[in-house]
C-alpha cells in the first residue's frame, strides 16, 4: 500500500512531458534480420536504403538492424562496426566460421525480442521499400508476409532451376511452398517463437514457414540485380539447400525405391521368362547374349546405386541430428551505441 501510494506521488509530480522518455518503449518493436557473407562493398548502400525506406516510420515504430556475420573474410565486420557506433540500432553477431544463410536468419530470430522481424538479403536483390509494404500489410493483421518475385535479374540458369525445384518440391510434399519465393519475408512474434521452437539441423527455412502456418499473404515485387560482388549460393550449396529441402518435407523418394525396386523386378521377371522360353524354343539363338547382359548389369548396379544414395541422404540427415551439434558458434556480440560500439567477446 504504501508503494502505491509513492508511486502515486511520483507520478502526479511529473508533467506530461517527463513521461516522453518512456515514448520508444512503447512502440512497436521492428527487428531487421541480415545475413552477411563477405558483403563489404554492399553493407553501407543497404544501410542508407533501408534508413530511405523507413524515413516516414520511425515515429511510430523503434527499429533495430541485426546484422549476423556468417564468417566474413573479407572487410565486412569492419564496416558494420563503424555503422555500429554511429547508430545504437544497430547489433552485430558475429560467427566463429562460415555456417551457412540458412543458420544466420535461425541466429537473427534467436536474438531479437522485437515485435516482428524483416529477413532481407544485404546485397540490396530485396528492395527495402518492398519491406514497408510488408509492414503495412502485417499491420493490416497478416501474421507472415512473403515477398513473392515478379521479376527477377538472375542468371538464366537460378531462374530456371529454381522455378522447376519449387515447382518439383510442390509436387512431392504436403507442405506447399509459395512458387517463387525466397526468404526475404516479415513474420510476426508468434511465428517467431514457434520457429525458435524447431530444432532441425538441415533446415530449410522457406519451408519451416509454411509448415507452421498462421495467416499468410504475399506482395509482389521485381527482383533486382545483386548491387556487387558475386552470389554467395555456388551450385554446390544450392543443391545442399535443394536436397534438405526434399528430405525435410517428403519421405516420397524413399516411397519412389520401393517403386523402382518393384519396376526393375518386373522387368527381370519378364526378361527371365522370355530366355526360358527361348531357350526351349530355339536355343542356338541365344549363344549372342553379352551385350544384353552387360546392359542390364550396368542397368541394375546404376539403379542400386541411386537409390543407396538416396537412403544415404536420409541416414545422413538422422546422424546430424543424433550428433545434436549446435548450429552455430557465436563469436561476438556488437552492440551499437552512438559514438561507441561495445564488444563482447564470447
Ligand atoms: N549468406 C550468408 N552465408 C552464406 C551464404 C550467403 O550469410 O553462407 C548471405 C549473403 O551475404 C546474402 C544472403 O545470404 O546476404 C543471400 O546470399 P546470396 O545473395 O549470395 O544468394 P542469391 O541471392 O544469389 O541466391
Ligand atoms: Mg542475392
Known sequence: MRINLTCSFIFLKQKWYHFLYLYPFCMKKICYILPVYNE?????????????????FTTKYAFEFLFIDDGSFDKSLTVLT????????VKII???RNFGHQAAITAGLKNTNADCAIIMDCDLQDPAYVATQMIQKWEEGFDIVYGRRKSRKDSFFKKFSSSVFYRF????????IPNDTGD???IDRKVIDSFNQINEKNRYIRGIFSYIGFTQTEVLYDRNKRLSGKTKYPLSK????????????????????TQMGLLVSFASFAGITYVLIMKLLNPEQ?????TTLILAILFMGGIQLVMLGILGSYIGRIYIEVQNRPLYIISSIIEGTPNKASSKRL
Open 286 to 290: 541365344l549363344v549372342s547374349g553379352w
Open 94 to 96: 558475429s560467427f566463429s
Open 238 to 257: 544450392m543443391l545442399k539447400l535443394s536436397i534438405d529441402g526434399i528430405t525435410s518435407f517428403s519421405t516420397v523418394p524413399l516411397k519412389l525405391i
Open 40 to 56: 563489404e562493398s554492399n553493407l553501407q548502400a543497404l544501410y542508407q536504403d533501408i534508413l530511405k525506406s523507413i524515413d516516414n
Open 169 to 176: 518440391l510442390n509436387s512431392l510434399s504436403q507442405t506447399k
Open 184 to 186: 526475404f519475408r516479415l
Open 82 to 89: 563503424t555503422l555500429a557506433k554511429k547508430d545504437d540500432r
